[in-house]
């Protein structure tokens, strides 16, 4: 028998190892040590082999693949969250399918079918409202979540958004403010509801009484963010000195609101974000901001995932990731 080139009888022989022990290795299931895996991944190197991925999934059944689902991809923290779960997936040799919702949820529940009509693997979920369309489980892949949570999520992956809104919410505080704005994303998802309970458990701590006069929704856009402001502002006199807004384009839009009306940042009014995004760092003035660790939500999902593909016992299905406080000069 003629051995061809850059197939896995060429690895063996060059491992000098059986074909079974090269399919292990190939599709990282177990039984073999560390050593016959460095063999296997040399022979592999040399021969320039890779794998045929329609061929393997039609002998798997699995489609090497993963669905990502994104409310905003014009959002630079979806954005990263995106980058950084390729990162981790390209080198489990899985390829992302990557559907934008734009916050709408009839195109939600569409590209959810679409996904699971492409026999996805599993499913990265960052939904723009709390709900899930009714599909039989028998059809539904693996899901995670990631960010937002609605109520039957069985593995999730979020920031610690009550510390964030209570570190956000405490900094306008020990820097003297007392009648705090709480401008917010109008929808009602996990995220900003959890953000909302650490601004009202630091104020509680400082015997501030929360007051829904204080509470402003808008759209989380930064066009949308500032005309709302600026609309308040025209409508009353200023009746805070700070303002704790649930993201950074909001935060934007209110600080350049709050400039146009003639009030100094942060002399008047001071302003802290939330999500650490590019514009905060080298707007004028700089934002002060809640840091979100996409790298370590991304991988730690990828992780769930992989954990859950390969049938290992998953001790913590409801994950939190710590954020933390970027002070810079709105505050």
């Known amino acids: 028998m003629t051995e061809k080139k850059n197939s896995i009888v060429e690895i063996a022989h060059r491992a000098n190892v059986s074909i079974a022990t090269v399919s292990r290795v190939i599709n990282c299931a177990e039984g073999y040590s560390e050593k016959t895996k460095q063999k296997v991944l040399k022979a592999i190197r040399e021969t320039g082999y890779s794998r045929n991925l329609s061929a393997v999934s039609l002998r798997t059944r699995k489609s090497m693949c993963i669905g990502v689902i994104v409310p905003d991809i014009t959002n630079e923290y ?58 039989d489980d028998a059809d539904r892949p693996l899901i995670v979540y990631i960010d937002r949570c609605p109520q039957n999520a069985a593995l999730l992956v979020q920031s610690d958004n009550i510390t964030g809104g209570y570190l956000a919410t405490k900094e306008l505080l020990e820097k003297g403010c007392r009648h705090i704005l709480f401008v917010r994303n109008k929808e009602a998802v996990s995220t900003i509801v959890g953000r909302k309970r650490g601004y009202v458990k630091a104020l509680t701590e400082y015997g501030i009484p929360y007051s829904k006069t204080l509470e402003l929704p808008t759209l989380p856009e930064y066009e ?17 000195d700070g303002i704790f807004c649930s993201t950074d384009m909001i935060a934007l839009g ?27 760092k080298f707007c004028n003035p700089p934002i002060t901001t809640i840091t979100q660790d996409s790298h370590t939500i991304a991988y730690t999902a990828g992780a769930l995932i992989m954990d859950k593909l390969h049938r290992k016992f998953i001790k913590n299905t409801h994950i939190s990731v710590p954020v933390t406080l970027e002070r810079r000069k709105t505050t």
């Not at 969250?81 to 949820?105: A, G, S």
């Not at 963010?225 to 200023?238: Q, V």
């Open 254 to 280: 209110c600080v350049n609101a709050l400039q146009e009306a003639g009030y100094r940042v942060p002399g008047d009014v001071k302003v802290v974000g939330f999500d650490n995004v590019s514009l905060s």
């Open 78 to 135: 979806f954005a990263r969250l995106i980058r950084e779960l390729d990162n981790f997936f390209v080198r489990q040799k899985y390829t992302l399918l990557i559907c934008d919702t734009n916050e709408n949820k009839e195109k939600e529940q569409n590209q959810l079918r679409n996904l699971i009509s492409r026999n996805v693997d599993a499913i990265i979920y960052i939904s723009g409202r709390d709900i899930l369309p009714e599909i």
């Open 224 to 240: 949308a963010a500032r005309r709302t402001l600026k609309k308040r502002l025209s409508a009353k006199a200023l009746d805070f």
